[in-house]
């Protein structure tokens, strides 16, 4: 049964730093993995999508990289913002035409200080 | 509408009651998905439909739950006989088809006291 964990579970950072968040599975064999931010009370907002084949996926001052054979990945975010606070989520799909069933980690929380 | 609408945005009910929750989900989209997240957690899994059928329902978690999309767009979530248990946040999302995206409502704050 696949398993998604993610650490740390809460990230406390100055403005402007820039930081990692780690999220790990315990099954190799997956379909695509997703980044997601989640602000409080509010659904969740893909913010990048790896398919298995990829080893990365960049949108702005976000980097995610994926490395299949150990199980991992990261969420690189360039010089942090207060408006980057929310929680960020980790999923993992596990089958063609079915990217959309995700098993998700249980999150970091990020708070960005001025 | 322009995202995934969910209604209601809250609702309290009481231990023992029916409950409906409703989700629109983009135009087009072909693929529909409702999740569970209790608090602290990441969403759970409960049903995925491809157009008007369910194509996963692996996630439900007993016969109490049960979830329709009878046109293929709009679906409905219900849930008999609630529990203290059953209250969580119920998140439905769309997406172009069973490759695409997701794209998720504000989920529906279920309360059962």
């Known amino acids: 049964k696949q398993e998604v964990t993610q650490i740390p579970a809460a990230l406390s950072v100055p403005e402007g730093e820039n930081l990692v968040l780690n999220c790990s599975f315990t099954?190799?064999?997956?379909?695509?993995l997703q980044w997601f931010r989640q602000d409080p009370g509010k659904g969740l907002t893909s913010l990048l999508l790896i398919q298995s084949s990829q080893r990365e996926q960049t949108s702005g001052r976000l980097n995610a990289s994926l490395d299949k054979s150990s199980g991992r990945s990261t969420l690189y975010i360039a010089a942090s913002q207060p408006g980057d606070s929310a929680t960020y989520l980790c999923a993992v799909g596990g089958a063609y035409n079915q990217g959309g069933k995700l098993i998700f980690g249980q999150g970091t929380e990020l708070s960005v200080k001025p | 509408g322009a995202g995934v609408s969910q209604t209601p945005s809250n609702k309290v009910t009481e231990k023992g009651k029916y409950v409906e929750l409703r989700c629109d989900p983009i135009s087009g989209h072909t693929a529909l998905y409702w999740y569970r997240q209790s608090l602290g957690q990441g969403p759970e899994f409960l049903i995925y439909?491809?157009?008007?059928?369910?194509?996963?329902d692996s996630g439900l978690p007993n016969d109490r739950f049960f979830a329709v999309r009878p046109e293929g767009s709009v679906s409905t979530l219900k849930i008999q006989r609630t529990e203290r248990g059953d209250s969580a946040v119920y998140l439905c999302a769309s997406s172009y088809t069973g490759v695409s995206p997701l794209h998720f409502g504000n989920g529906t704050r279920l309360t059962v006291t």
């Open positions: 439909f491809q157009g008007t059928g369910a194509a996963d």
């Open positions: 099954d190799s064999a997956i379909y695509n």
